[in-house]
C-alpha cells in the first residue's frame, strides 16, 4: 500500500524558510515522479515542484527562483526548501506520486497524480 507522509509546514514569518519533508512508503519509491503541490482556501490545487528518482527537477514557474525539490534516496523521502516565504504562500502542502516520468504537463494538474498525501499546513502571516 502507497503511503506519501508529509512533515515539516508550520508558520513563519515573511521572509523565513521551511523545509518539508514527505516520506515515501508502499513500493512507489523506485518508479515514480514525486511532486509537491499546495492549495490554499477557495483555490485550485497547484502544482509547484516535481522530482524524477534519477533527480530531474521541473518547477512551475513562480517557484524556481525560491523553492528547491530534492530527494534522499537512503530515506525513500522527497524535500521542498522554500525560501523568502511570502504570505502568499500560505496553503495546505501536499506529495503526491504517480508512476512514470515527471513533466509540465503533469504539474499542471493535480488528476495527473495518483497517490496523495494528508497534507502539512504553512502559513506566513501577513
Known amino acids: 500500500q502507497v503511503q506519501l507522509v508529509e512533515s515539516g509546514g508550520g508558520s513563519v514569518q515573511t521572509g523565513g524558510s521551511l523545509r518539508l519533508s514527505c516520506a515515501a512508503s508502499?513500493?512507489?519509491?523506485?518508479?515514480?515522479?514525486v511532486a509537491w503541490f499546495r492549495q490554499s482556501p477557495g483555490k485550485e490545487r497547484e502544482g509547484v515542484a516535481a522530482?524524477?528518482?534519477?533527480?530531474?527537477?521541473t518547477y512551475v514557474e513562480s517557484a524556481q527562483d525560491r523553492f528547491t525539490i530534492s530527494q534522499d534516496d537512503a530515506k525513500d523521502t522527497v524535500y521542498l526548501v522554500m525560501n523568502n516565504l511570502k504570505p502568499e504562500d500560505t496553503a495546505m502542502y501536499y506529495c503526491?506520486?504517480?508512476?512514470?516520468?515527471?513533466?509540465?504537463?503533469?504539474?499542471?494538474?493535480?488528476?495527473?497524480?495518483?497517490?496523495w498525501g494528508q497534507g502539512t499546513q504553512v502559513t506566513v502571516p501577513s
Open positions: 508502499g513500493g512507489i519509491w523506485s518508479r515514480s515522479c
Open positions: 503526491a506520486a504517480d508512476p512514470g516520468y515527471c513533466t509540465r504537463t503533469k504539474l499542471r494538474s493535480r488528476d495527473y497524480f495518483r497517490y
Open positions: 522530482i524524477d528518482r534519477d533527480g530531474s527537477t
